[in-house]
């Protein structure tokens, strides 16, 4: 095991001196390896995502990531990452070639990958359309999200500097683990006179981050965190938002929610996923694999069958 030791923050977390991981979290064992999986491979990374996970229901991480199981997507998910595809070609192209694509021209490749990607899908699980949401309805919003998006965010996410940058960091030396991040867009924002770094995530969501949850969200900490760990950290975390239309929107919208944290919110995320890291862990050599982990709250969304695709089984859900 590996403690984190506290240590002195910098007062501003725009322009912190480089330091590391073990000096910015509280006192906590952190554990040098976490699980092995179901292939014999042992786990190398957490991500905010599997981080989230492990929040909101223990037993769906260890059957996801210890297990294995997997689902098809939802029509809602392969949306999302269809979208998100043509925004990362759209800026890689404006970084390579120093010109932004038409829309017709982000149409057109976003129709080319939605159909190369259906493909796959179908050769592998299907997607899982859903009867709000089927496919022709599912593309046509991908359609309009892209022209909203031109119209309305892209004019306010700044210059780019990076698109798609995959960025780890340990919280200690010596583990074998580390946190992972792939952050959708880095770029240069201006914020009054001034020009601030800032990270942005592109989300097509029926219910859109409040500002609130923004504010507390998991994946701008352990993003921001990680910046900052590097010496080059971001004023901002921007969710670039397309809310899809539905039975409480009749029209599709876009919004940019932006956050930041403070010194000591990023030390308390960084002590968050360490944590984490440890109940895993300790999960592990308590129950083992194939035994439940502990169940999400019954009171909650999460713990569902449209939700959750472990429900029927699962016997903190439908399964006894």
């Given at each position: 095991m590996t403690t984190l030791a506290a240590g002195p923050?910098?007062?501003?977390?725009?322009?912190?001196?480089?330091?590391?991981?073990?000096?910015?979290?509280?006192?906590?064992?952190?554990?040098?390896?976490?699980?092995?999986?179901?292939d014999g491979q042992q786990l190398r990374h957490l991500s905010p995502s599997s981080y989230t996970r492990f929040v909101m229901c223990p037993e769906d991480w260890r059957r996801h990531y210890l297990l294995g199981e997997r689902f098809a997507p939802s029509g809602a998910m392969f949306l999302g990452r269809r979208v998100d595809d043509a925004l990362t070609l759209y800026y890689r192209h404006v970084l390579e070639r120093r010109e932004p694509l038409t829309l017709e021209q982000l149409r057109d490749a976003y129709r080319d990958r939605w159909f190369e990607q259906l493909s796959a899908e179908d050769s592998a699980r299907g997607v899982n359309w859903e009867s709000d949401l089927d496919e022709q309805r599912a593309f046509q919003i991908g359609l309009d999200a892209l022209a909203l998006t031109l119209a309305e965010l892209v004019p306010r996410l700044g210059e780019p500097v990076a698109v798609q940058r995959q960025l780890e960091y340990a919280l200690a030396p010596g583990l074998e683990w580390?946190?992972?991040?792939?952050?959708?867009?880095?770029?240069?924002?201006?914020?009054?006179?001034?020009?601030?770094?800032a990270v942005?995530?592109?989300?097509?969501?029926?219910?859109?981050l409040t500002q609130a949850r923004a504010d507390h969200d998991a994946q701008a900490g352990l993003y921001l965190a990680g910046r900052w760990l590097e010496g080059d950290p971001a004023r901002e975390f921007c969710f670039a938002q397309i809310a899809k239309p539905g039975a409480r929107r009749k029209q599709i919208g876009a919004s940019l929610v932006s956050t930041g944290r403070s010194a000591g919110q990023l030390r308390g995320m960084l002590a968050r996923i360490a944590q984490a890291a440890n109940q895993i862990v300790a999960c592990h050599e308590r129950y083992g694999p194939e035994r439940p982990w502990g169940f999400a709250d019954p009171g909650g969304w999460k713990c569902s069958p449209r939700y959750c695709h472990h429900h029927r089984r699962c016997p903190g859900g439908a399964g006894l």
């Open positions: 923050a910098p007062a501003e977390p725009a322009a912190p001196a480089p330091l590391g991981a073990a000096a910015l979290a509280a006192r906590i064992a952190v554990p040098r390896r976490l699980p092995v999986r179901y580390t946190v992972q991040c792939h952050l959708d867009l880095e770029t240069l924002r201006e914020d009054g006179k001034q020009i601030v770094p942005v995530d592109y989300k097509v969501k029926a219910t859109p």
